[in-house]
């Protein structure tokens, strides 16, 4: 009998800028780099929670565009499954400067393909990042 997938959905962001992409440190993971985002809250839209959760974060406001990468994955028995739904995304406003949400964002760098394959970054990220940069062949 199939099982129907019960877990947690989460909304993260490849934010482009200058032929670059963002990348988050967060407090946890003091060497480990991903991409914004996070969980989709009962009734949201996952647009609209991508959106809310780069303004707590991240300070800024973004233009979410298409969707370019998903994945399921299980990061433990106690975490349970995850779907990631992975958007393009560009900053509404360039200019703006980040102000990081304290208990969440450590630091920010922007990559481009060519720095891309020297950053630790979690292996989901890193699918993500390869479909963007379209280097998973």
Known sequence: MEKHFVGKVAQKAIIEKDGKVLLVR??????????????????ERPEDALKRE????????IEVHDIIY?????????????IYLVYRATL?????????????????KWINVAEFGDQKI????????????????
């Open 26 to 43: 967060d407090l946890r993971e003091a060497d480990i780099w991903e991409i914004p985002g996070g969980r989709l809250n009962v009734g």
């Open 92 to 108: 509404r406003d360039p200019a703006k400067e980040f102000t990081f949400k304290p208990d969440e964002v450590r630091k920010v």
């Open 70 to 82: 998903t994945e399921q994955f299980t990061y433990s028995e106690k975490l349970g499954p995850h």
């Open 122 to 137: 979690y292996d989901t990220f890193r699918h993500a990042l390869e479909a963007y940069f379209d280097l998973s062949k």
């Open 54 to 61: 780069i303004l707590e974060e991240l300070g800024v406001e």
